[in-house]
């Protein structure tokens, strides 16, 4: 089954060029473009994407508001943010609404597809300089969280941080998906996140794993 992407940027060429390139692979189809962020609300219901990806700065509603708003209506939803800015509170505020991923777009464009594949399988995506941003912006003393945390808890969340999907996890581990499953879902509890992207950051922030 191929993988179905919504376009959302302002820019006309960069979608054409994206599409172009996605539809070059033979598991991704393009369903459809929009030009900012209320278009791509609009568009989800008809269009039924897998995968979003989300530009930050657009005329009208920007990407992330239109990320607050599609992962309240849609919590399954799949949105990657693709942009050119870097700042920590676009990063921020659209992770804890709910992106599984952001990426800058002087990326390599396998690396995009790739991150599609990933946050498609159930995976997080952090562009690598924002994740070395992020651990050289904080500071703060080690979080009591680590310590609530099990060992197989801690080996679960360092497999979250390098991305790897819940069966990668479980064939390292040796252990069950629905086990792995029952992890993750006592990390966010713990941790108090929501989501894969959320307890990345988290564990990025406070230095939770070694990686």
Do not use: W
């Amino acid at each position: 089954m191929r993988i179905r992407v919504l376009l959302c940027d302002d820019h006309t060429i960069l979608r054409d060029g994206l599409r172009n390139l996605l539809e070059g692979e033979s598991d991704l189809h393009v369903v459809g473009e929009a030009s900012d962020g209320q278009q791509a609300i609009d568009a989800v219901q008809e269009l039924q994407p897998d995968v979003i990806l989300m530009d930050i700065n657009m005329p009208g509603m920007g990407g992330v508001e239109a990320v607050e708003k599609l992962t309240a209506e849609h919590p399954n939803i799949r949105i990657l943010i693709l942009t050119m800015y870097n700042h920590d509170e676009y990063l921020f505020r659209t992770i804890r609404a709910g992106a599984k991923g952001y990426l800058l777009k002087d990326s390599p464009v396998s690396e995009v597809v790739e991150a599609i594949r990933k946050v498609m399988s159930g995976g997080s995506v952090l562009n690598p300089s924002l994740t070395d941003k992020l651990m050289a912006s904080y500071r703060e003393p080690r979080d009591e969280s680590a310590e609530k945390l099990s060992p197989r808890e801690l080996e679960v969340l360092t497999a979250l941080v390098q991305g790897l999907s819940n069966k990668l996890i479980a064939e390292q581990l040796f252990i069950s998906e629905t086990t792995v499953k029952l992890h993750i879902s006592n990390i966010y509890r713990k941790l108090g996140v929501k989501s894969r992207s959320q307890a990345i950051m988290y564990a990025v922030r406070e230095k939770l794993v070694v990686f």
